[in-house]
């Protein structure tokens, strides 16, 4: 079955570090780019990083930059996003979304991160 | 920066009808760079339509997209009931960005 599976969320303090994980299944990373797009209750989409496929381009948005790291495991088909400095406004659902021709034809159903005091 | 607007914020319609939904980029997009989401309360998006004018795999064919420049339209002719949902458009930039409108809610009436 084609699909990716996110996890790591949960709550942490202002100022905490987190790692979320995306795990690919039914496809390889090394054919795919992959993004992190958030989704803060209540708001709209906003994305945050992208990974290309043969991870020569990584890039993220302008509120998480210098702050989150993208990365993957390739032998375990695992995207990675480092989270560090971690505001309140970061809290949200954090979505796994494969690259195909710069549209995301599959997401997966999110892992949420709270940051609270 | 290249923001878009998509409009209304709320459309309120009966089952059956047609419901018209804009998205206005701020500059002229490409029409091979942009794409249509549904997201239903509590699920992930889904892809509906890409490259402005292309049915995703399982997307019904009541959806429809069309436009050009910096006007773009997702027209739902027939509205069914699993069909009230939110609606984002997402332009993805030959500079590798990517952006999405602030969604366009359909709601029953």
């Known amino acids: 079955q084609v699909q990716v599976v996110e996890s790591g969320g949960g709550v942490v303090q202002p100022g905490g570090s987190l790692r979320l994980s995306c795990a690919a299944s039914?496809?390889?990373?090394?054919?795919?780019?992959v993004h992190w797009v958030r989704q803060a209750p209540g708001k709209g989409l906003e994305w945050v990083a992208v990974?290309?496929?043969?991870?020569?381009?990584?890039d993220y948005g302008d509120s998480v930059r210098g702050r989150f790291t993208i990365s993957r495991d390739t032998s375990k088909d695992t995207l990675y996003l480092q989270l560090t400095s971690l505001r309140v406004e970061d809290t949200a659902v954090y979505y796994c979304a494969r690259d195909v021709d710069l549209h995301f034809d599959l997401w997966g159903r999110g892992t949420l991160v709270t940051v609270s005091s | 920066e290249i923001v878009l607007t998509q409009s209304p914020g709320t459309l309120s319609l009966s089952p059956g009808e047609r419901a018209t939904l804009s998205c206005r980029a701020s500059q002229s997009v490409s029409s091979a760079y942009l794409a249509w989401y549904q997201q239903k309360p509590g699920q992930a998006p889904r892809l509906l339509i890409y490259?402005?004018?292309n049915r995703a795999t399982g997307t019904p064919d009541r959806f429809s997209g069309s436009g050009s420049g910096t006007d773009f339209t997702l027209t739902i002719n027939g509205l069914e009931p699993e069909d009230f949902a939110v609606y984002y458009c997402q332009r993805y930039g030959n500079s590798l960005t990517w952006t999405f409108g602030q969604g366009t809610k359909v709601e029953i009436k």
């Open positions: 990974l290309s496929h043969d991870e020569n381009y990584k």
């Open positions: 039914g496809f390889t990373l090394t054919s795919f780019g």
């Open positions: 490259d402005t004018f």
